[in-house]
């Protein structure tokens, strides 16, 4: 039986989408499932990891071993991420909402009579992974990663840099069989001076193999 490759350390991964609220009953999220982050908490738990797992709303049990802290919007998820430092690695699976309203209505907002269009003003959110990644307690190793519908080395090299991160695994999203819902995956991770290929698969073997080489980076 292999050692197991994370034996020790303590990861903390998000996933899922976040909830920016705009009233009582609506708010503004996105496509996550949930999915890839979930099947890599359940495979660093495998690898020996103490997993803290910081998931936005989603349909998916707990994977065993795993802690759990549920939030809703970018600003609880940077919260309970921050707050789940210090750790060896982080992982950024989550799709994080780049805006959210800036006002949150108390009540219910209504139709305006006489108009046919709303116009909803949003601000940015915090960047989660940049703040980590600026950490002085340094952790070991910084994994983002990044959807793009297109020139997606371009875009994935570019967060690599200006995130200031170790590796970046980069996913195409907008396609069947990938990205946001499906169960399977192909990425490409890219890291300085580096990058490797991982073709489509399920997204529990594609953690799995993602994790490897999270250890070999962490080693390198
Ligand atoms: O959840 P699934 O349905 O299984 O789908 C998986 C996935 C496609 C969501 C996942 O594989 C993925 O790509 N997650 C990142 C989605 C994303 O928001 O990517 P991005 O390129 O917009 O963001 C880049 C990185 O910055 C991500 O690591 C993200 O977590 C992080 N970020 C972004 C904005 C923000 N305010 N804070 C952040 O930390």
Redesign the pocket.
Known sequence: VPAPLLQGLRVVI????TYEDLDPVRYVG??????????LAAAAARQGAQVVLVSGP?QLATPAGVQRVDVRS?AQ??EA?LGALPADIYI???????YTPRQVAPQKLKKTAGTQTLTLELV?????????AAQTNALKLV??????THEVEK?ARG?LVD?RLDL??A?Q?GIANG????DE?A?TAYWQGGEQVFPGTS?AVLAEQLLSLIAQRLHA
Do not use: C, Q
Not at 14 to 17: E, I, T
Not at 30 to 39: F, L, T
Not at 179 to 182: D, K, L, N, P
């Open positions: 998000s996933a899922g989408p996105n496509r996550s499932s949930g999915k890839m982050g979930y099947a989603v970018a998820m940077r991420v950024g699976a989550a799709a994080v909402s780049d940015r959110t915090p960047d989660i992974l940049a703040e980590v994994v983002g990663f990044a959807a793009e875009y967060k995130k970046v695994i996913n999203v990205g946001f819902e499906s995956n990425a997204k």
